[in-house]
T-cell receptor, first 115, second 115 residues
Framework: AQSVTQPDIHITVSEGASLELRCNYS??????LFWYVQSPGQGLQLLLK??????LVQGIKGFEAEFKRSQSSFNLRKPSVHWSDAAEYFC?????????????FGAGTRLAVHP | GAGVSQSPSNKVTEKGKDVELRCDPI?????LYWYRQSLGQGLEFLIY????????KSGLPSDRFSAERTGGSVSTLTIQRTQQEDSAVYLC?????????????FGDGTRLSIL
């Protein structure tokens, strides 16, 4: 079955510390991969996406993610977290043929940032 | 200028009542999507529109849910005879067309609470 797992429900880091949010997926073929961020009371904003090519993807707000086919993972990273990064983060996968209606979302990781 | 606008932002209603949720997409966006976000879960796709037609309604959870889009613009999601399990945040998104290479833009959602 196709699925997305975000093992960490909550993560707390100190401002300035590095961050890694995990995402593992189960999919029949190499999917399209996405990371979204959702601030409280708002909709989702796309941070970055991977379709093909270089497995290290740069996104907005200083985030990057690395696709590892052998591990079926697409972990999100940031070298130095800012207080404004506190939000919920969602990993999603979709078919290589595209189509947002086919995206499968993880349950999310809620990030808290200590000053 | 706007982004995707959803109304109302919050709705509280009694079980058994009908509700209508509205989405005003970005001008010129032909694709419009509805998602449901239940507490502690990721997004669940409901339906999408390309223009005024809905090629994929597969995500609608029951026949109490329906959606329409007129004039290729505003969409309404209607839930009839609401149940407590319908309580969730309903998110709308739009994109230039139905193509994963075009970014989705999300509204801030309607938080629906069924008493």
């Amino acid at each position: 079955a196709q699925s997305v797992t975000q093992p960490d429900i909550h993560i707390t880091v100190s401002e300035g510390a590095s961050l890694e949010l995990r995402c593992n997926y189960s999919y029949g073929a190499t999917p399209y991969l996405f990371w979204y961020v959702q601030s409280p009371g708002q909709g989702l904003q796309l941070l970055l996406k991977y379709f093909s090519g270089d497995t290290l993807v740069q996104g907005i707000k200083g985030f990057e993610a690395e696709f590892k086919r052998s591990q079926s993972s697409f972990n999100l990273r940031k070298p130095s977290v800012h207080w404004s990064d506190a939000a919920e983060y969602f990993c999603a996968v979709g078919p290589p043929s595209g189509g947002y209606n086919k995206l499968i979302f993880g349950a999310g990781t809620r990030l808290a940032v200590h000053p | 200028g706007a982004g995707v606008s959803q109304s109302p932002s919050n709705k509280v209603t009694e079980k058994g009542k009908d509700v209508e949720l509205r989405c005003d997409p970005i001008s010129g966006h032909t694709a419009l999507y509805w998602y449901r976000q239940s507490l502690g879960q990721g997004l669940e796709f409901l339906i999408y529109f390309q223009g005024n037609s809905a090629p994929d309604k597969s995500g609608l959870p029951s026949d109490r849910f329906s959606a329409e889009r007129t004039g290729g613009s505003v969409s309404t999601l209607t839930i009839q005879r609401t149940q407590q399990e319908d309580s969730a945040v309903y998110l709308c998104a739009s994109s230039l067309d139905f193509n994963s290479n075009q970014p989705q833009h999300f509204g801030d959602g309607t938080r629906l609470s069924i008493l």
